[in-house]
C-alpha cells in the first residue's frame, strides 16, 4: 500500500460521513416526525430532537382514519403469495436454462429479459380491462398475477446466476449412484441453493411490498395495499405527517429487517447476473 | 457440459413461466397496441372505434407531450446520470476495510428497498414550504432570507424531483458497482504503483475498465426503471404545478386514470420504442457474452 497523506484519510471520511447523512438524514427525519407531539410538528421553530416523544400517532394510524391494520394483512398475503409463485416457476425456468441445452433457448431467454424492459404503464392499461373480464379486479389474486410476472425475469436471473455456479458433476455424481435428475436436483442441487432461493425470494417480497402503481388501480378499500393506504392518508384538508411518517416507518421495518439478513447473497447473485448475463 | 439430448423436460419447466409471462404481458402489449389505434375513452364507450394513427399524430401535435418526452429525456440523464457519480463515490469509499464497514453498507442501502410512495412523500415533507427542513436549514445557514416552496413554484419542482430520484438510485448504483470491485485483481494496482501510477490514473486506466460490464448493465437497468418511474414524481407533485414534472410516463399514467386509454397507450407505445433505443444493445451485448 502506497504511504497515505494524512490529509487525503480525512478528506475520504469526510466525503463518506457527508453522503451518508445525504442518504439517512430522511429517515431520521421520517422517524423524528412520527413521534414528535403535535405543537413541535407545526411549531414556529423547527426542532431536530424531541425530548418528549409521543407515540400517539402510531396508535392513532390502527384506530383511527384508515384501516392500516387491513392493509398490512393485505400487503402481506399478496407479497407472500407473489413470493411463492415466483420463485416456484423461476426456480424450474432457471434449471432448464442453466443446465439444457435445447432448441428455443436463446429465444425464451430473451423474452424472459425483455420482459422487463416494458414500460409499466404500458401494461396497465389492457391488463386493467382483462382483470376486469376474469373478475379478478379489486381482488388479492390479480396483483399476485401482476407481481409474479414482473419479478419472473429478475429472479430467473438471478437464479441463473446462482444454479450456473453449481458445478454440474455432483448431480452427475449422484446420477451415477441412481437417483434420477429429478431426484438429484431436489436432493443435491436444492439444498445448495437454498441461501439463494432465500436471497431471491427477499427481493421479490420487496417488489411486492412496496409496488404502488397497479396497486392503486387494481384495489378497492377492502383491498389495498400499504402503498396506497400510505397515500390515502393524504386527505381533503391536507397531509397529517405524523400518521404518515408513523405508516412509512412501519412499512419500511419489515423489508429493512429481511434484506439485511440476505444482502449479502443478493449482491453476489446481482453481480454474478451482471457480469455473466 | 449441458444435456444436449432431445427431451420435453427442459420445456416442462420453462412452460409455467413462460405461460404466465406472455398471457400477463405479451397479450396485454398486442392489446395495448390494438387500443393505440383506436379512440378508447371510457368516458365515451360508445365512441370506441378504430382511428388509425390518429392518436399518434394527436401526439406529435400535442405541446404536453412534446414537452413531457423532453422532460423525460433531462430526468433519465440528470437522474441516473448522479445516480451513477454519486453511486461510484461511494462505492469506491465503502471499498476498503474499516471498522463497521458492513453495517455502514447495508444501512446506506435503505433507499433501495423504501416504497418510491414513501419515499415521495418523505421528499415533500422535507421540501415543505411552511415546516420543511430544508428551507429551515437553508434559512439558518443565511443561504436564503425566506422560506421557498419547493415543489409548489415551477423554477424548483422539477429539480427538488430530480434530487429524490438520485437520492432513491444511488444505493444500487454503489451496490453493484461495489460488489464488481471485488472481483478487481490487486496485482494490477501493485504493478501500476510500481511504474509510478497516479490515483486518478488508477481510476481510469484500471478500475473503470475492469468494471465496465457492471456499470453497463446497471446504468441501462436504471435508465429503463428510471424513464418507466411513476410513483416517485406522482407523490410528489403529480407532475405539477403547471406540468412542470411531468414526465412521460406520469403524463401516461395521468391520461389512463382520466380512462383516455387509447391515447395513453398511443403514448406508452412511443415511450417503449423510446426504450427499445436502449434495450437492443443490452440484448446483443448479453448474447456476445454467452458465446465467449
Known sequence: ?277 | MKTKKRSIAPYLLVAPATIIIVCVVFIPVIQAILMSFQSYDLRRPNAIKFIGLGNYIEAFTDTQFLNAVLRTVIWVVLGVGFQFILGFVLALLLNRQFRGRGAIRAVSMIPWVTPGVLIGLMWRWIYDGNFGVLNDILLKLHIIDSAIPFLSQKSTAFPGVIVTIIWQGIPFFALMILAALQGVSRDLYEAAEIDGATKAQELFYITIPSIKNTIYVTGLLRIIWVANSVDVIFNMTEGGPAYSTQTLSVYIYNKANALNLGYASAMAICLALMLLVVVIPYLRMNFKEEKS
Open chain 1, 1 to 277: 500500500m502506497k504511504y497515505e497523506k494524512p490529509g487525503t484519510k480525512a478528506l475520504r471520511l469526510i466525503l463518506l460521513i457527508v453522503m451518508l447523512v445525504f442518504i439517512l438524514f430522511p429517515f431520521y427525519w421520517t422517524f423524528l416526525t412520527s413521534i414528535k407531539p403535535e405543537n413541535e410538528l407545526y411549531g414556529d421553530t423547527v426542532t431536530y430532537f424531541t425530548v418528549h416523544p409521543t407515540f400517539e400517532a402510531y396508535k392513532n394510524l390502527f384506530t383511527t382514519t384508515v384501516n392500516f391494520l387491513s392493509a398490512m394483512g393485505n400487503s402481506l398475503i399478496v407479497a407472500v403469495s407473489t413470493t411463492l409463485v415466483t420463485l416456484c416457476v423461476s426456480t424450474m425456468a432457471a434449471y432448464a436454462f442453466s443446465r439444457y441445452d435445447f432448441p428455443g433457448r436463446k429465444a425464451l431467454m430473451s423474452i424472459f429479459l425483455c420482459n422487463n424492459m416494458f414500460p409499466t404503464v404500458l401494461l396497465l392499461i389492457p391488463l386493467y380491462t382483462i382483470m376486469r373480464k376474469l373478475h379478478l379486479l379489486f381482488t388479492p389474486g390479480s396483483l399476485i398475477l401482476a407481481y409474479t410476472t414482473f419479478t419472473i425475469p429478475f429472479s430467473v436471473w438471478l437464479l441463473l446466476g446462482f444454479i450456473n455456479d453449481l458445478p454440474m458433476s455432483l448431480e452427475e455424481a449422484a446420477q451415477v449412484d441412481g437417483c434420477t435428475r429429478g431426484k438429484a436436483f431436489i436432493k443435491i442441487i436444492l439444498p445448495l441453493l437454498n441461501p439463494s432461493i432465500v436471497a431471491t425470494g427477499v427481493y421479490i417480497f420487496m417488489q411486492s411490498w412496496n409496488e404502488y402503481t397497479f396497486a392503486m388501480m387494481f384495489t378497492n378499500t377492502a383491498t389495498r395495499t400499504i402503498p396506497v393506504a400510505l397515500k390515502s392518508l393524504i386527505g381533503q384538508l391536507g397531509v397529517q405527517w405524523d400518521l404518515l411518517t408513523a405508516g412509512g416507518i412501519l412499512t419500511i421495518i419489515p423489508v429493512c429487517i429481511m434484506f439485511f439478513f440476505a444482502q449479502k447473497r443478493l449482491v453476489e447473485g446481482l453481480t454474478a447476473g451482471a457480469v455473466k448475463g
